[in-house]
């Protein structure tokens, strides 16, 4: 029988052990950093119900939408009735629609899970990635601070994650709302065209983007052109941008929602200075927009700054009502989405991620079969004591064990023989050091906690 070559899917991730430890380092650091900030968990299923899925979707969303069907109700021409989650947030509305009497609220929850989507595989774009979303939902109301909350959580996070330098951007969405409203561009597909321009401006020249503007299909005058680009092109200190924003909203072609979009961005910046949050790592950017139809307030980008071909990694913002296609409460949110499957592609491809220990952290040897019982009871009394400890049960050449070890990335090794055991002695290995000593056996849990602690 001829053999199958095995290959894995495109647009997929994975890993050797060592790799995946340092992956799974990351997701426990993100998932102790939610929790510092008092957020708690949520899972939702892998498939949703294709109508409640799309509810608030189709169009493109659903051109990329994996759908489910078993074997056994294949159908041609019959939609399946499921499909696998896109993001995160569409799951969301559902869940705090569906389960809105049970829920303390402000309701925090922090979510990390796998999602699918059906793209054109190409580096660190992938089917099927780990999205870590944490997200503050109101009754009725949510405080500006909470918007504030959010760049904290990030700052917190990816300074621990040892990424290197980065910078959080942010904006009100208000203020582009009002900007284009004043300028008479009023239709949503019209302002979206622009905003397409506009998010443009990290790839092309400010000049490819007027002419763009004001070229077919927008048409817009020089004029109204010039205008946009003089607010969305600007980005910096906090003082310097409000200051900028502060002199704008005094015209007299500004709308009301512009003013209110920059009286809330100055809201969360003196909340963001509350949070002990240092400017070194924060700048209002107004070209940050986040899709205009969908969120409605304070919106974030974070970007690692010596990787700046890299995009944002770590995204989000405001949006007035969760869960309007599923409940007629009004469920006001803000929250913030790290792709992290794909964060770690490009930092790996970087050579900034290394490999570190195994989660392994002692190896006991077999040096003589006659004292597996003796290898067993170590090994029991090290577990006991919360020590993450292998055995090796086959013998084997020592140097072949040790070999083993440092291949699995497992630092410490007990070796005891014959002689040690007459002696009741242990002989302790630091695999890294090559140092090694020989203590007394009722010692050896005492003295590989202390080390591995």
């Known amino acids: ?95 705090v629609a569906e389960h809105e009497a049970d829920l303390a609220f402000p309701f925090r929850r922090y979510q990390i899970q796998r999602v699918y989507r059906g793209e054109r595989s190409q580096k660190a774009r992938y089917r099927e990635f780990y999205q870590c979303d944490i997200d503050v939902i109101g009754k009725d109301t949510l405080a500006l601070a909470y918007d504030a909350e959010m760049p904290a959580v990030i700052h917190t996070l990816f ?14 969405r208000k203020i582009l709302l009002g900007l284009f409203e004043g300028l008479g561009i009023t239709e949503a597909d019209q302002r979206m065209a622009v905003l397409r321009q506009v998010d443009r401006l990290e790839k092309i020249s400010l000049e490819e983007v007027r002419s763009a503007l004001m070229g077919e299909g927008l048409g817009l005058t020089e004029g109204v052109a010039n205008r946009i680009l003089e607010v969305v092109g600007t980005h910096g200190t906090a003082a310097a941008v409000l200051g900028f924003l502060s002199a704008l909203k005094d015209r007299p072609d500004v709308n009301p929602i512009f003013r209110q979009g920059v009286e809330e961005l100055g809201q969360v910046v003196a909340a963001l200075r509350a949070f002990k949050v240092p400017e070194t790592h924060w700048s209002i950017n107004l070209g940050i927009a986040r899709g205009l139809d969908y969120y409605t307030g304070t ?8 990787h700046p071909g890299m995009g944002s990694v770590c995204s989000g913002g405001r949006y007035d009502n969760l869960a309007s296609q599923y409940t007629k409460s009004r469920l006001p949110g803000v929250g913030i989405s790290i792709g992290l499957t794909r964060l770690f592609y490009v930092l790996s491809e970087a050579g900034l991620l290394k490999d570190g220990p195994s989660t392994v952290q002692v190896l006991v040897t077999q040096l003589d079969p006659t004292l597996l019982a003796d290898y067993l009871a170590i090994a029991a009394e090290l577990r006991a004591a919360g020590v993450n400890t292998e055995i090796q049960l086959e013998p084997a050449k020592i140097a072949r064990q040790f070999k083993y070890a440092d291949r699995a990335g497992i630092r410490y090794a007990v070796v005891m023989g014959l002689d040690e055991q007459a002696e009741d002695l242990v002989t302790v290995k630091d695999l890294v050091t090559g140092e090694q000593t020989r203590i007394p056996r009722g010692d050896v849990v005492a003295r590989l906690a202390a080390l591995v602690g």
Do not use: C, W
């Not at 300074?159 to 009100?172: A, D, K, Q, T």
């Open 1 to 95: 029988m001829a053999l199958t070559t095995p290959r894995t899917s495109p647009g997929t991730m994975e890993l050797l052990p060592r790799r995946q430890m340092v992956f799974q380092r990351m997701l426990d650091t993100i998932r102790r950093g939610f929790e510092r900030y008092g957020f708690v968990p949520v899972e939702t299923p892998v498939f949703e119900i294709a109508d409640v899925l799309l509810s608030k979707s189709g169009g493109e969303t659903e051109k990329q939408v994996y759908f489910v069907q078993s074997t056994g109700s294949l159908e041609q021409g019959h939609k399946p009735d499921l499909a696998l989650r896109f993001d995160l947030t569409v799951p969301l509305a559902r869940y």
């Open 159 to 172: 300074s621990e994650l040892n990424v290197g330098p980065f910078r959080i951007h942010f904006n009100n």
């Open 299 to 306: 919106v974030y980008e974070t970007f690692l700054t010596d």
